[in-house]
């Protein structure tokens, strides 16, 4: 842990984590606007597996590769996924930063609100783990178990909590950072 919390303090010069801020957010509106639409497409407007936060269950599962044939399986598989394997990075490295600066202006960051940081790594682990669990449904269709479904949808619930758990810490720290701001006015 130790380990850790030196490269998050070695990285929080705030032109770093405007960057790594500005980049997570371009790679997840390419995703928004490029290659989900283009993936839903083929779906009949049903919701990807990674954007349905409350999860789903196999016949839902079973519906959507159905509905997305042999060409929306593969678009999934070779135009969605491969962007969705650097979003994770991304998110986990950039807002474990976004965390530890703000913590680091309230003067936290060497106390125990420092694991805080780390929501957002389980956050993008989890997104790692769905992901993969997806790779091998569009791989394995129509042969699914429900183990493989039941996994990746743990997965998936896992990712949507600790990532609405991130937003959460998050306004709140820079509602306290905002507060004590005002307060030395």
Same mark, same amino acid.
């Given at each position: 842990m130790n380990k850790l919390r030196k490269i998050i303090?070695?990285? !929080?010069?705030?032109?770093k984590v405007a960057f790594l801020f500005f980049l997570t957010n371009l790679v997840y509106a390419f995703m928004l606007f490029v290659t989900i639409p283009k993936t839903v497409a083929y779906s009949g407007g049903m919701k990807l597996l990674d954007m349905m936060p409350l999860g789903y269950d196999s016949v839902y599962v079973n519906e959507l590769l159905n509905k997305l044939g042999e060409e929306g399986r593969e678009v999934y598989l070779f135009n969605q996924i491969p962007v969705d394997m650097i979003y994770p990075f991304l998110f986990g490295i950039s807002y474990s930063l976004l965390i530890a600066y703000? !913590?680091?202006?309230l003067d936290k960051l060497n106390t125990s609100l420092f694991f805080l940081c780390l929501v957002p790594i389980i956050a993008g682990i989890a997104d790692y783990l769905e992901n993969i669990g997806i790779i091998t449904m569009l791989n394995d269709y129509p042969d699914l178990s429900i183990t493989q479904i039941s996994t990746t949808n743990f997965f998936t619930l896992v990712k949507s909590l600790s990532t609405t758990l991130f937003f959460l810490i998050l306004i709140i720290?820079?509602?306290?950072?905002?507060?004590?701001r005002l307060k030395w006015k």
């Amino acid at each position: 842990m130790n380990k850790l919390r030196k490269i998050i303090s070695e990285n !929080l010069s705030g032109k770093k984590v405007a960057f790594l801020f500005f980049l997570t957010n371009l790679v997840y509106a390419f995703m928004l606007f490029v290659t989900i639409p283009k993936t839903v497409a083929y779906s009949g407007g049903m919701k990807l597996l990674d954007m349905m936060p409350l999860g789903y269950d196999s016949v839902y599962v079973n519906e959507l590769l159905n509905k997305l044939g042999e060409e929306g399986r593969e678009v999934y598989l070779f135009n969605q996924i491969p962007v969705d394997m650097i979003y994770p990075f991304l998110f986990g490295i950039s807002y474990s930063l976004l965390i530890a600066y703000f !913590l680091n202006k309230l003067d936290k960051l060497n106390t125990s609100l420092f694991f805080l940081c780390l929501v957002p790594i389980i956050a993008g682990i989890a997104d790692y783990l769905e992901n993969i669990g997806i790779i091998t449904m569009l791989n394995d269709y129509p042969d699914l178990s429900i183990t493989q479904i039941s996994t990746t949808n743990f997965f998936t619930l896992v990712k949507s909590l600790s990532t609405t758990l991130f937003f959460l810490i998050l306004i709140i720290i820079i509602i306290v950072v905002g507060a004590k701001r005002l307060k030395w006015k």
